[in-house]
């Protein structure tokens, strides 16, 4: 049986869109940015801390050395294969409370505002000690063998010096 011409025509029309669907690149929301509405509620000096999680929910981070200061981070980014996700957008909002535990400041950063940073490998020391790479070849030489006794290695045995 030979379909008409036209009609095969269709169907390999309509084949190529569907595999053309499967080649999109699809873009990955992640974080928690909060809606404007809801951020417009939050007045500095009249607003606390379970308002606020009340109305934008847990924050993305709390920040490192100052824990009055909520951080909420959304990121857009697109993949193609395997490379590296490209950044499509990244908006943060940083919520400061005072001793009390009430809002004292709220800042909205963007992509706009972001600053390349590069770090000097030579300016901060790892901990630690670097080994030679002959201390690395027989440093652990005879360390991860079983024992005689048939236990398996790294098990404990308190009899054991």
Not at 69 to 96: E, G, M, N, R
Request: hydrophobic share 35%; charged share 20%.
């Amino acid at each position: 049986m030979m379909l008409p011409p036209a009609l095969l025509r269709r169907l390999l029309a309509a084949g190529a869109l569907v595999a053309l669907a499967g080649c999109a690149q699809p873009i990955d929301q992640r974080g928690n940015l909060p809606d404007p509405k809801l951020l417009g509620e939050i007045k500095p000096g009249a607003t606390d801390k379970a308002t606020v999680t009340r109305l934008l929910g847990s924050p993305s981070s709390v920040a490192a050395f100052d824990k009055e200061t909520w951080y909420y981070i959304s990121q857009k980014t697109q993949s193609v294969a395997f490379f590296k996700p490209d950044l499509l957008d990244q908006q943060v909002v940083a919520i400061d409370f005072d001793k009390d535990g009430t809002v004292h400041d709220v800042r909205h950063r963007g992509m706009q505002d972001a600053e390349t940073i590069t770090p000097n490998p030579n300016a901060t020391p790892a901990p630690g000690r670097e080994f030679s790479f002959m201390e690395q070849l027989i440093g652990n030489f005879g360390r991860f063998g079983g024992d005689r006794t048939g236990s398996s290695a790294g098990s404990y045995d308190p009899t054991r010096r």
